[in-house]
């Protein structure tokens, strides 16, 4: 199972006490973040070779397309860090982006949309963790059915139509603008990644999803609150598509109530391309971060080519098999 | 023959308390389904004023229930082992683009048919493999072939849609003996086959004891590996056999995944009584739980919920099935063994 990374780990020569830490350091990083080395490795050479990937319009295109998936990789990359999985999160960021388009059409401040949309979608995600906690139903049933349930709000609400934004709003701005050329969307993405990072390292639920993960009955018999701590990984899970369904309505500058389904499988396997075990307990939010950004680039690189994205959609999916044979 | 202490007995007889200790409460218990059936066909009446009754309804759901029947018997064996198969819906569609271009070359039904299950047969034989010499988790593994199958799919057809099939390819699907369509017929006959020889052989028993403990079988002598790539591989055409008569029914081939047919062969698995982590289930009660689903969906859709909160209502009532399930068979064994939420 480890057996790429431990082919890796062969492969480098055995750094004495010697050489030093910082050798020792980079192997063992090297080793770690082997998929996603070797993915980043992979496109780096096809992409430096083309001409329109170096391209200003091409590397900002590149991270507006890339923010609402590392948001969304790292949310999910919560759920899977408490061994589960959440299939909820594509209709979570349509839902998220209908109840935003819909406040904001209404007249209200962005502030307040985001806000609506952020405890809306948050609130379907504490019955989603309440349910698997309390109920230890399977997680990848109750989010099915919360997928389900979140399209169905989202369709309702919106009776099914796309909805516009007013050409006052400043929210198209968040994807369109930034800090020179990178998009705030992604600046957001940032953010969230640091102090989602903080979260898990610092803050004692955080830390206690590591152990709740890796062994569910040992965490509680050592006193962990598990279901404290399964509710928030997927309150956290849904609170970050609801955001990325903020950066997602910037983009199309509209609510669209239908979204993206295939998301929760993107998000996936963006994260375990970063290292985040479906097993729970191994991965980091960088390690997702980065796996959103090394797939978005698999699928700019084969786009440039001008790959049948219908190929693109087959690479993905043995993209996302053999991630999870490498880990 | 053991003898039972008397602690030992009364455990199991309050275990056994709700449903009774007699042989019928056992058989009940084990086939509650079919009550739960019952009960819903009759609330479907009432809700329906009676249109649910009509024949015409009956056979039309029965039309719907086969395909999804059939693919739910290769998602019941693989679910008894203690994994998922995920690829269903999309192994559906291509097989059904498959068969149907063959078709419209001026290939002969059966033949056409034959294509289909063998595409089946080996995207169901690359899920097994991988899962048990790559050691993938069955979730990824058959998550990453929904996806390839469904671009294959799309490649294959160019992204068209096939919208109009040979009458003889047609009558694959609509045929019926009388009011019972030829589909229906064929999916209880493959319900009464693979469950003789689920019972009757070695990789039967392999199947449930993957499901209760892969470890232990294997230590066992059990032909584990043979066993799961027989699994998915019979998933994979049982999957294809239900796309191509689908199609054939409805007289189209779409190439796009329909997540609702997953959804719905997966509902009628769990809400039949196989337990999630394996080892627990029979393909008669798979039957029950996919007519459930059927019946369910179809008193909605009389009833005239909307469209739109339909997945929504759907979505609920599998989750509270899923619990029911759980709670009936008692949650703390299930919690034991998983690993994983």
Redesign the interface.
């Known amino acids: 199972?480890a057996t790429f990374k431990k082919a890796v780990e062969g492969a480098l020569p055995a750094f004495p006490p010697a050489i030093g830490r910082t050798a020792r350091w980079l192997k063992h990083f090297g080793v770690q973040n082997s998929i996603l080395l070797a993915v980043l490795a992979l496109v780096t050479i096809p992409a430096l070779t083309n001409p329109s990937f170096t391209t200003e319009a091409n590397l900002v295109g590149l991270l507006q397309a890339s923010a609402v998936l590392t948001t969304v990789t790292m949310g999910e990359a919560m759920v899977m860090l408490?061994?589960?999985?959440d299939l909820a999160v594509g209709a979570a960021v349509a839902l998220g982006s209908t109840i935003l388009a819909l406040t904001i059409a209404a007249g209200h401040p962005l502030l307040v949309g985001v806000v609506a949309s952020v405890v809306v979608v948050g609130l379907c995600g504490f019955v989603s963790g309440l349910?698997?906690a309390k109920?230890?139903?399977?997680?990848?049933?109750?989010t099915?059915?919360?997928?389900?349930?979140?399209?169905?709000?989202a369709?309702?609400i919106s009776g099914?139509n796309r909805i516009s934004l007013p050409f006052s709003s400043n929210l198209p701005s968040l994807m369109y603008s930034g800090v020179g050329d990178i998009p705030y969307a992604f600046c957001l993405s940032l953010v969230l990644l640091a102090a989602g990072s903080f979260f898990l390292r610092y803050i004692r639920t955080g830390r206690r999803m590591y152990a709740t993960?890796s062994n569910?009955?040992a965490a509680r018999v050592s006193g962990v609150r598990i279901d404290r701590v399964?509710i928030t990984a997927f309150v956290l899970s849904s609170v970050f598509a609801a955001l990325g369904g903020v950066i997602y309505t910037s983009r199309i500058i509209s609510g669209d109530p239908v979204g993206d389904?295939?998301l929760n499988?993107q998000a996936?396997a963006a994260g375990?391309i970063g290292g985040v075990s479906?097993?729970?307990g191994r991965g980091t939010l960088r390690g997702a971060f980065l796996g959103a950004i090394a797939y978005t680039l698999i699928i700019n690189v084969l786009n440039l080519y001008g790959v049948?994205p219908?190929?693109?959609?087959?690479v993905?999916?043995?993209?996302?098999?053999g991630a999870?044979?490498a880990s | 023959m053991e003898t039972e202490t008397t602690a030992e007995t009364e455990s199991a007889a309050a275990r056994d308390t709700t449903w009774g200790l007699s042989l019928i409460g056992g058989a009940v218990r084990q086939y509650r389904i079919w009550l739960i059936l019952l009960l819903l066909m009759l609330i479907a009446t009432i809700a329906s004023s009676g249109n649910f009754i009509h024949l015409s309804n009956l056979i039309n759901d029965l039309f719907i229930a086969a395909p999804l029947g059939i693919a739910a018997i290769g998602e019941t064996l693989v679910i008894l082992t203690g994994g998922i198969d995920l690829s269903v819906a999309s192994v559906w569609i291509l097989a059904s683009v498959v068969a149907g271009t063959a078709a419209n070359q001026g290939v002969s039904p059966l033949l056409a048919l034959l294509f289909a299950l063998l595409i089946g047969a080996l995207a169901g034989a690359i899920n097994g493999l991988v899962v048990i010499f790559l050691k993938v988790s069955p979730l990824i593994v058959t998550l990453g072939m929904l996806v390839m199958a469904e671009g294959a799919a799309r490649i294959y057809t160019n992204n068209n849609p096939i919208l109009s099939l040979p009458s003889d390819f047609q009558a694959l699907g609509t045929t019926s003996v009388g009011p019972v369509p030829v589909q229906v017929i064929v999916w209880v006959a493959m319900v009464a086959l693979m469950g003789g020889i689920i019972a009757r052989s070695v990789l039967g028993k392999t199947i449930y004891a993957v499901g209760g403990n892969p470890t232990a079988s294997r230590y066992f002598g059990l032909p584990v590996a043979a066993s799961l790539v027989t699994v998915y591989c019979l998933s994979g055409v049982f999957a294809a056999l239900a796309g191509t008569l689908q199609s054939a029914y409805l007289n189209i081939a779409l190439p796009n995944a329909d997540l609702t047919t997953l959804f719905d062969v997966i509902a009628g698995v769990v809400i039949g009584g196989a337990s999630l982590f394996g080892g627990e289930g029979k393909l008669v009660n798979t039957m029950g739980g996919v007519l459930v689903v059927v019946v369910i969906e179809n008193t909605l859709r009389i009833v005239g919920v909307s469209q739109l909160i339909f997945q929504a209502v759907v979505g609920l009532i599998i989750v509270g099935a899923v619990y029911l399930n759980v709670g009936l068979r008692g949650k703390a064994h299930d919690r034991v063994r998983q690993k994983g939420i």
Do not use: H, R
């Open positions: 199972m408490v061994a589960g999985i349910v698997v109920l230890k139903l399977p997680s990848f049933i109750v099915f059915g919360m997928l389900g349930v979140e399209e169905g709000i369709l309702v099914g993960g569910l009955d399964i389904l295939t499988l996936i375990v479906l097993f729970g049948n219908n190929v693109a959609e087959l993905s999916g043995v993209i996302i098999i999870a044979y």
